[in-house]
């Protein structure tokens, strides 16, 4: 009988002692909550942490709900601390707890949470890289745009601002495969992003070919638009820069097998009147007369239409 005696007051130890543990929980709760609403961010959050971690384990319905309501509350606190810190022009400060913020909001399975604290580290990273990125200084600028673009990809502006940095330093494709991210958003939401991404990729893989011809290496362009191709296979511009290419190593069979399908990808009629240039003078070159004149006369626009006009001329005396 003693010993049933000994085992029953254990057991109601056990039970005050939990009871203890359970009020001491929800204290430190109901402490977390009113530095909260005192705006305390800085005394809530590791209150409310404490009380996670105390509490997770605990079969008191009382406190697994504090435990629950605090999950919720931690991220709101280090996301207020962020934003507390970007009025001061705290950068590193207000990075580090919109970044903290994010981390709790995906460790307890708070997307939208997660999604509102990293689109404020990508706004203080394009913040920081702004000043490199106005000096010119786009090495600096691209591994700073890098870090916020990683944090929100949809930031358009963060993300044109890091192509060019790539770009302007030396990092193409890199520069490139930003670009191309930014062409396969939706475009109904992001047009503008879309269309400034094309006209700064048809910018700087000219710049890019202007180059490699410089050095006389068609067979390098070749690749590039090969490797362009891969990536986006409905590449208007690699269509053309290949086209050029051949038609620059004078390899007129393989403009000819090429021309239609690089003619048909071109959005732009300027484009497409260079291409039916380039295609019937290499019809011509292989003297297919027929074929050159039919496709010089689809020159309609752009810069070559003298040059097509002068070729029809001589083509049809």
């Given at each position: ?218 067979d390098g362009i070749i690749a590039m638009a090969d ?62 007369k027929e074929q050159a004149i039919a496709n010089l ?21």
């Amino acid at each position: 009988m003693k010993k049933y005696v000994l085992m029953a007051a254990a057991l109601l130890a056990f039970g005050l002692a939990s009871a203890q543990t359970s009020n001491e929980i929800v204290t430190k709760y109901n402490d977390a909550l009113a530095a909260l609403q005192a705006k305390d961010f800085a005394k809530a959050a590791p209150l409310f942490e404490t009380v996670v971690v105390e509490g997770m384990d605990s079969e008191d319905n009382t406190v697994l709900n504090c435990v629950q309501t605090s999950k919720k509350y931690i991220p709101t606190c280090y996301y207020m601390m962020g934003g507390i810190a970007v009025k001061k022009g705290n950068y590193d400060e207000a990075l580090a707890n919109f970044s903290k913020s994010a981390e709790k909001a995906e460790l307890y399975g708070d997307t939208p949470a997660k999604t509102k604290a990293n689109t404020w580290v990508a706004k203080v990273y394009m913040v920081q890289g702004g000043e490199a990125f106005n000096n010119k200084d786009y090495a600096t600028a691209a591994e700073v745009f890098a870090k916020g673009y990683a944090a929100n990809p949809r930031n358009t502006e963060m993300a044109l601002n890091l192509a060019m940095s790539y770009c302007e330093s030396g990092e193409y494709e890199k520069g490139m495969e930003i670009y191309r991210n930014i062409c396969n958003m939706p475009a109904d939401k992001y047009a503008e992003a879309i269309a400034k991404a094309k006209e700064n990729m048809a910018l700087y893989t000219n710049n890019e070919v202007a180059k490699i011809q410089a050095a006389g290496d068609n067979d390098g362009i070749i690749a590039m638009a090969d490797n362009m191709l891969a990536s986006d296979p409905a590449s208007a511009l690699a269509e053309k820069i290949r086209i050029q290419a051949y038609n620059n190593k004078k390899d007129y069979a393989k403009v000819i097998e090429l021309g239609e399908t690089a003619a048909a990808a071109q959005t732009d009629e300027d484009d497409r009147s260079d291409v039916y240039f380039i295609l019937g003078a290499a019809y011509n070159a292989k003297e297919m007369k027929e074929q050159a004149i039919a496709n010089l006369k689809k020159v309609t626009t752009g810069n070559s239409v003298e040059a097509a006009k002068k070729a029809l001329a001589d083509l049809t005396k």
